[in-house]
């Protein structure tokens, strides 16, 4: 993959940048309800804000270096400033996923032993019990706006603890990742070049190419998209909230949209329904989070858009593997690696990284990082095939590997493919119950075509192959932040 030298290695340097080159230039985007109209934020305001965020944080945690400051909130531009303000300021950001109950959220706060809990009210509303639990920790996350701007403080360790991001965990407590400013800057050459080989490609100012950001901010794309594209000097155009994604896509028009597999299916339904032109200048799509069906990619492209397929992780800060050809022949692939800033190795069928991006390791687990980081290489937990051409297939999880009494090993990931041909099979599961393989399927329309596509599937597989038992859902599977299914037991 091609390299570019990123100008900065550092939030500080970054934000320095933003009030210098980027100054007069718009960073953010966003439509406010109170006034009824599109605000525009230029990089100069932004950096002024982040500072100010800096001080708040500075005045009310003494000893702010190293400390944990939380956030949570709804995706919002003061969101932002949150995220850049706090690395500033020398503390330690740990963003918190909004949609968790009271328990999961008083399990973090209480293992990263926060000190301070930026909100913006949305939580308590929910959860009352927030506020006995928080107490004077909790600060309004629009506060910083009665500081004057703090100073520009260089980091004095860009190997120190940066920020804890948790995983989406599908069973239990998630795990708090550990990143540094190394971590995070490690993968911006290929975060950011595909951007501009393809703008060379179409002509375009790159100043004036917006990203539709709609995931949200306590997940690790959405943290690195607000790093990359600052580093770019390009404009963040904010949905706030999904309800409004129409409206704020009209009223704000974007070039590039970040996607999980839900929102793709929206996009995919409208686009060839004949309502294309709801998207209107959206051209790119960065596919993430899950396998994307070829079929549907395809239908995509056929109609204008540039397919960017990117496999990551929170534990190597996004980075992995990119898949930018347009070709049908390397679809199913989640790409390429981004070599030289990381190596590869395929260890008894496991996908393994090792490199700048990876993860310091798991806070305050030493027995699970010692499991997943062996000599410097990253264990992912994802079996891969890798073709001639370089690009790397997914064939399944580790954990999900079914064992057999038999000593056969079954691929889950597998089977679940063959089942979801079917069209009536809009989601499947495969697991191992009562020593026989199992199919959970939801399929509201026609049940009774998707157990005969399982027949047919069984007579082309070997016997321990096999799917002998099959159970319907009246709902879909449950789904995580980032949109990815969650394993049922």
Same mark, same amino acid.
């Given at each position: ?48 804000? %982040? ?179 600052? %580093? ?6 904010? $949905? ?111 996908? $393994? ?68 041909? $079917? ?14 393989? $199992? ?51």
């Amino acid at each position: 993959m091609a390299q570019i030298k990123i100008p900065v290695s550092t939030i500080d340097q970054l934000v320095a940048r933003m009030e210098t080159v980027y100054a007069d230039r718009v960073a953010m985007r966003y439509y406010d309800e109170a006034a009824g109209t599109v605000r525009e934020v230029l990089y100069r305001d932004y950096a002024a804000d %982040i500072r100010r965020m800096s001080a708040l944080l500075t005045d009310k945690v003494p000893g702010i270096r190293g400390r944990r400051v939380c956030v949570l909130a709804a995706n919002s531009y003061h969101y932002a400033v949150s995220i850049f303000g706090t690395i500033l300021s020398g503390a330690v950001l740990v963003p918190l996923n909004l949609q968790k109950p009271l328990a999961d959220i008083r399990y973090e706060l209480e293992l990263v032993e926060a000190s301070l809990i930026l909100h913006d009210g949305r939580y308590l509303e929910r959860e009352s019990g927030l506020e006995q639990l928080a107490g004077d920790r909790l600060v309004s996350i629009t506060a910083y706006r009665d500081y004057a701007p703090g100073p520009i403080t260089p980091c004095a360790d860009r190997d120190a603890l940066m920020a804890i991001l948790f995983t989406s965990g599908t069973t239990g407590h998630s795990k708090g990742v550990m990143l540094s400013q190394r971590n995070l800057f490690a993968p911006m050459p290929a975060f950011c070049d595909p951007f501009r080989v393809m703008l060379e490609q179409m002509g375009v100012d790159h100043y004036d190419f917006c990203h539709f950001t709609v995931l949200p901010m306590f997940h690790i794309a959405a943290f690195t998209s607000l790093v990359s594209w600052a %580093i770019m000097g390009m404009a963040h155009n904010l $949905c706030l909230d999904l309800r409004n994604f129409y409206r704020d896509l009209e009223l704000m028009p974007s070039d590039a949209i970040a996607v999980v597999p839900v929102l793709l299916e929206t996009i995919h339904r409208d686009v060839m329904r004949g309502r294309r032109d709801r998207y209107g200048r959206i051209r790119i799509l960065s596919c993430g989070a899950a396998a994307y069906p070829p079929a549907t990619l395809i239908d995509l492209m056929r109609q204008g858009f540039f397919v960017m397929q990117m496999y990551g992780l929170t534990e190597t800060a996004g980075d992995g593997t990119w898949n930018n050809a347009q070709d049908e022949a390397h679809l199913s692939s989640v790409g390429i690696g981004d070599e030289p800033t990381c190596q590869y190795s395929i260890q008894e069928g496991e996908l $393994c990284i090792k490199g700048d991006p990876v993860m310091l390791g798991y806070y305050k687990e030493p027995e699970q990082t010692a499991e997943v980081l062996v000599d410097g290489w990253f264990h992912t937990g994802d079996l891969v095939r890798q073709d001639p051409d370089g690009y790397y297939y997914i064939t399944g999880r580790k954990k999900n590997l079914i064992i057999l009494a038999s000593g056969e090993n079954v691929s889950p990931e597998e089977l679940e493919k063959l089942v979801l041909a $079917c069209p009536e099979a809009l989601e499947c599961q495969v697991m191992e119950k009562e020593e026989r393989i $199992c199919a959970q399927v939801y399929a509201p329309d026609d049940p009774d075509k998707v157990r005969a596509h399982i027949t047919g599937i069984n007579r082309t597989l070997p016997l321990y192959k096999r799917i002998t038992k099959v159970e319907f859902r009246a709902e879909p599977f449950p789904r995580n932040a980032a949109g990815k299914q969650i394993r049922v037991p």
